[in-house]
């Protein structure tokens, strides 16, 4: 029995072969999680926005009942409060959403449940996946488990914190701008944001439906390919899919011998914290003891697409966010006499301040007289930044870069600040613009001095359809690692208590 | 100073797919409220939309058959604006690059053909239904039904070029035959399978600029549009002459008390915020897919080709042409007549004054008709009368104890109504006829033969419209030619 | 200062948004730092780049064919904030300003 209570330290695949051979229950496998790490830390956490025993209970049942020997059988996994669940509320966290559940379930979702998952709740979030902490949730913010006093990143920092204090194995974010890859890297997990069209979006509320995709959390390379192989492909309910299947990641432990990675040294010359600087250093030396050669060359600073995101994406969610009025579901505002006052005064209630005012960028980057100045030149900047890539990659296989110029900043930090907030995804945006896929992987602890040692990270980003290379060279970095740094796996990480 | 009318018109035309534009739903009618609806086509959060290939296919049989240019790689576009009955406040369709560009509607007016051009034809998805307010506890509410929402639709925009409310009429008739003839929606407007907008200004005669447009809005029905139009170029002719401006604005027509209302001023015109759907890649055509349907066009043919044909190699009179080639059943129709060797005359006879008639007078479907009677016994009918033994008397009252009776066609109509045609039979009358008309019967021995017309339509009374004249002509001329002088 | 308090309230009315008189300085200040940071775009050669029209665009059409996903219209009222009889209530539309 105290097999299956400690169950929730698994892989994802090793707790799927546990289940499938009945060594333990689906049952088993949900509780440990809950009634172990979460029992300590997630009240101190948040990383959960809804659950409810009877909704776990039943998922588990199904599960279990379904018996199939799927990629997950009773793997527990949290996904984001913006994926559509029949069973949890779906709100991304905002009050325009209260209290709503949807008659449908995401593809994402039902694909998870067909593999034998269970759904065990839904993550906070920064709301409808603006931010990059976390703190923009109508349910208060979630905190780093590494330290309560920092953010766990966004806008998926609930699924990453979860992940990360061991709730489950497994994750479901969605990455618009980084918000999958940053707060792995603040929680020290791996996170994926695949490429463009490879995850359908059925049922993943719309922020920036050309720069979203779902992405997956999870503290082992080998977990990520085995929930991208039961996600990933075409979907009819999508038409941004793309018609092939998916790129085939079951030799996630092929290595890299042979590969050559990108080394744009030029991109944290300044402005990135020291430690961050240090740990790519480390991992671009493992790559090397790994086998793989490193190409070094410049590259476009980030700076353009920070500028390019904050048109395009505001622009999209200005569109995509009208359907929130008050008419069909959601909250609608007591005082609503006639339908004018039913817009303003349900919207000007219901969404959060960021919110409102990344509908106000997007509305004025579309309306007249503004679209060409705006719009339609980011949409060309874009193409430009996606040559920028290509011509990369015609030099090496994936490139080595930050995942976020910062260690977890402490809440409040930026809150006051969005443009500064709008930087820290500096590193993760490109990929998105440019359709790509990227890989957050651990780097191992900064050295505490006197404070909470904080999760390291680095990115790596590959061409389209690039997910085998990511998620071998992210293997690599797992057992290559410098034993002291890199190779610290979560054994030693759970075993701080929540000191401050 | 003189001024002319300028008009532009807008339509939408509702296609008669099975499904809706963006979603697996029914494009169908009549289903209780909010049950034809799906996560997608209610703006849920997460749903995506993807196209339907059948609209897609109609908007370019449309196009082909307007002679538009067809893109071969179309955007959607989103199109903002909050309205309760639209379920994302925004509605996907075409802008900057829709899938037909160009292209004219052939318009016959009295006697010349017009060619109305035009600007494009896109497609786009429909809006729900909201209703007019209503007292509800003691407050007013509106009510809302999504069934129509995603329901696909076509929009063709003419350039300005009709000068009379009249033209407006004629080429929302031929638009309405066209979409019929393809097959691809009833254009009934009353029903709102087909709409129009206009756009009207006035301009000093001669002048080349257009002066400032108002935009009409529900003009429900064909007469509505023209009486419409003609209530708006008045309001403006009044307005100029008066010395006043004509202010940009959109008016609704309200058809039952013939009255215009300002529904909204320049100021607040909207600003739509288009821009592409990131939901849907470009639309591409290929060229196999154009290939085919020229080909299926060509084997349809075109009304207005179809009606100049039946003009000039089957003889037909034009206001004839028009009604056999009004839709594909009626040329069917007198088709497969002309087929089992009835005459052209008489099978354009047949279709325009029964067919028709009977459709119009019982609103029968063609299909209900061919039901009633086949086409193969109603053209058994009309080769008896063709062969002289059925008049067209005889067969008229056969068809109306068909349809008013409710008798069976199919063994009435080839034994029914055998005209009286022997001598033996006839005799008697044409005897009688000479006997009671003494004077007439003088006229004509006196040389005066016109007469016999008169003689020949009394016993035609005598047979109750039975005989067959050139009988009874022959027979009175035998009898008589015994009573002439010197016999 | 690259949006004017005016700008903002235009905008503000075209999403359907109100915001309160003291707040629109700071709005205006907002949008504009990162509508500044946007104009740095200009110092980017964009000679030969088309917009991105993003969608990878090789997805099939659909058929013209029925699928599952049709709700009851109990399910489709569920979540509605005020319905009846198989309708959504909203407050009085008082004149068609439909397009
Ligand atoms: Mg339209
Ligand atoms: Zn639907």
Not at chain 1, 27 to 56: L, M, Q, Y
């Amino acid at each position: 029995m105290s097999a299956a209570k400690e169950a929730w330290r698994l892989s994802a695949a090793t707790l799927a072969a546990g289940v499938g051979a009945g060594d333990l229950s689906a049952a088993e496998a949900v509780a440990s999680g809950w009634e172990g790490p979460a029992a300590r830390w997630e009240a101190d956490v948040h990383a959960v926005a809804h659950t409810d025993a009877a909704a776990r209970a039943a998922g588990a049942a199904m599960a279990q009942a379904a018996g199939a020997k799927g990629a997950l059988q009773g793997v527990p996994v949290l996904v984001k409060d913006n994926l559509c669940t029949t069973d949890y509320p779906t709100t991304c966290a905002s009050r325009v959403l209260a209290g709503y559940r949807p008659p449908y379930d995401a593809t994402v979702i039902r694909r998870l449940r067909e593999a034998g998952a269970v759904v065990i709740g839904k993550g906070n979030m920064d709301e409808f996946a603006m931010g990059s902490s976390t703190e923009h949730s109508c349910y208060g913010p979630t905190r780093n488990p590494f330290d309560l006093e920092r953010v766990p990143g966004g806008s998926s920092g609930g699924p990453a914190a979860a992940v990360a204090y061991g709730l489950c194995p497994l994750g479901l974010g969605s990455d618009t701008g980084g918000s999958v890859r940053q707060p792995a890297a603040f929680c020290g997990v791996f996170g994926l944001k695949p490429t463009y069209g490879r995850m359908s979006r059925y049922g993943l509320v719309a922020f920036g439906s050309s720069l979203d995709q779902v992405g997956i959390f999870a503290r082992h390379a080998g977990d990520v390919a085995t929930a991208y192989s039961a996600l990933a492909g075409p979907d009819p309910f999508d038409a941004t899919t793309r018609r092939t299947p998916a790129p085939d990641v079951s030799r996630w432990e092929h290595g890299v011998r042979g590969l050559r990675f990108g080394w744009p040294a030029n991109l944290w010359r300044e402005g990135v914290e020291p430690e961050i600087v240090e740990g790519l250093e480390e991992a671009a030396a493992s790559l090397e003891r790994a086998g793989a050669q490193r190409v070094p060359f410049d590259f476009m600073p980030g700076g353009f697409a920070v500028a390019t995101y904050y048109l395009v994406a505001t622009a999209e969610a200005s569109s995509n966010l009208a359907r929130f009025d008050g008419v069909r579901y959601g909250f609608r505002h007591a005082d609503s006499p006639d339908v004018r006052s039913l817009y303003t005064r349900t919207r000007s209630a219901g969404f959060g301040p960021e919110v409102q005012r990344r509908i106000l960028l997007g509305t004025y980057a579309l309306s007249a007289g503004y679209y060409d100045a705006y719009y339609l030149t980011a949409q060309r900047a874009r193409t430009r930044i996606r040559r920028e890539y290509q011509a990369a990659f015609a030099r090496c296989d994936f490139m080595l870069l930050p995942a976020t110029p910062t260690l977890p900043f402490r809440l409040g930090e930026k809150t006051e600040d969005p443009l500064a907030m709008y930087l820290s995804d500096i590193f993760t945006i490109g990929a998105n613009l440019a359709g790509i896929p990227g890989l957050t992987v651990p780097a191992g602890m900064t050295p505490g001095n006197g404070r909470p040692p904080l999760p390291r990270a680095v990115q790596l980003l590959g061409p389209d359809d690039s997910e085998p290379v990511l998620l071998a060279a992210g293997r690599a970095l797992e057992v290559h690692g410098d034993e002291t740094r890199l190779g610290r796996r979560h054994e030693t990480e759970f075993a701080w208590p929540m000191k401050r | 100073m003189a001024h002319e009318a300028v008009i532009g018109l807008e339509c939408h035309i509702q296609l008669n797919t099975r499904s809706k534009m963006f979603c697996g739903c029914p494009a169908t009618f009549g289903a209780a409220p909010n049950s034809n609806v799906c996560p997608v086509c209610l703006g849920l959060p997460g749903a995506l939309p993807v196209s339907n290939r059948a609209a897609v296919d109609a908007a370019i049989r449309l196009g082909l058959a307007l002679g538009c240019g067809i893109r071969r790689e179309s955007v959607f576009a989103r199109k903002h604006y909050f309205y309760p009955d639209m379920p994302k406040n925004f509605q996907i369709t075409q802008y900057d690059q829709p899938l037909c560009g160009g292209g004219v509607l052939p318009v016959r007016i009295g006697e010349e053909l017009r060619l109305f051009e035009l600007t494009r034809v896109h497609v786009e998805e429909d809006t729900g239904k909201s209703f007019h307010p209503e007292r509800y506890g003691d407050r007013q509410i509106s009510r809302v039904d999504f069934n129509r929402a995603g329901v696909p639709l076509l929009e063709l925009v003419s350039r300005p070029v009709f000068g009379e409310p009249s033209e407006c009429a004629a080429f929302l008739q031929a638009l309405r035959r066209l979409v019929r003839w393809l097959g691809i929606s009833d254009g009934d407007m009353e029903k709102g399978q087909l709409r129009c907008d206009a756009n009207v200004s006035l301009r000093p005669v001669g002048q080349e600029a257009l002066g400032t447009k108002t935009e009409l809005k529900n003009l429900n029905s064909i007469k509505g549009v023209e009486k419409g139009l003609t209530a708006e170029i008045a309001r403006q002719r009044k307005v100029l002459a008066a010395g006043g401006a004509i202010e940009q604005a959109t008016l609704l027509y309200d058809a039952d008390h013939d009255k215009l209302a300002v529904m909204r001023t320049k100021e607040f015109a909207h600003d739509y915020r288009y821009f592409p759907e990131p939901d849907l890649p470009v639309l591409r055509v290929e060229e196999a897919w154009l290939a085919t349907s020229r080909e299926r066009l060509a084997e349809l043919g075109l009304p207005w080709d179809v009606e100049v044909q039946l003009v000039r190699d089957d003889g037909l009179p034009e206001d004839q042409a028009a009604i056999v080639s009004a839709d594909r059943d009626s040329l069917q129709c007198y088709r497969n007549l002309v087929s089992v060797g009835l005459s052209r005359k008489t099978s354009a006879n047949v279709i325009v004054n029964v067919v028709r008639k009977y459709e119009n007078k019982y609103d029968l479907s063609p299909a209900a008709f061919e039901q009633k009677v086949p086409w193969k016994v109603l053209a058994g009918l009309f080769l008896r009368v063709e062969q002289a033994e059925v008049t067209a008397t005889g067969a008229r009252g056969l068809l109306e104890e068909v349809f008013e009776k409710g008798a069976d066609p199919t063994t009435l109509f080839v034994t029914g109504g055998t005209a009286v045609g022997g001598a033996e039979e006839l005799l008697p009358l044409v005897l009688a006829a000479i006997e009671e008309n003494p004077g007439p019967v003088a006229q004509y021995l006196g040389g005066k033969t016109a007469t016999l017309g008169f003689l020949v339509g009394q016993v035609m009374k005598k047979s109750g419209g039975q005989a067959v004249p050139q009988t009874v002509r022959e027979l009175l001329e035998v009898e008589l030619a015994k009573r002439a002088p010197g016999a | 200062m690259s949006i004017s308090r005016d700008d903002v309230r235009k905008i503000a009315e075209l999403a359907r948004l109100e915001i309160a008189d003291d707040r629109i300085e700071r709005v205006a200040r907002e949008l504009s730092a990162v509508l500044d940071y946007a104009a740095s775009l200009s110092q980017l050669d964009l000679e030969g780049c088309e917009p991105t029209v993003f969608a990878p665009g090789d997805a099939p059409l659909r058929e013209d064919d029925l699928d599952g996903r049709r709700l009851a219209s109990e399910v489709a009222l569920a979540a509605a904030p005020e319905a009846e009889h198989g309708f959504f209530l909203v407050p009085p539309i008082v004149e068609n300003l439909n397009p």
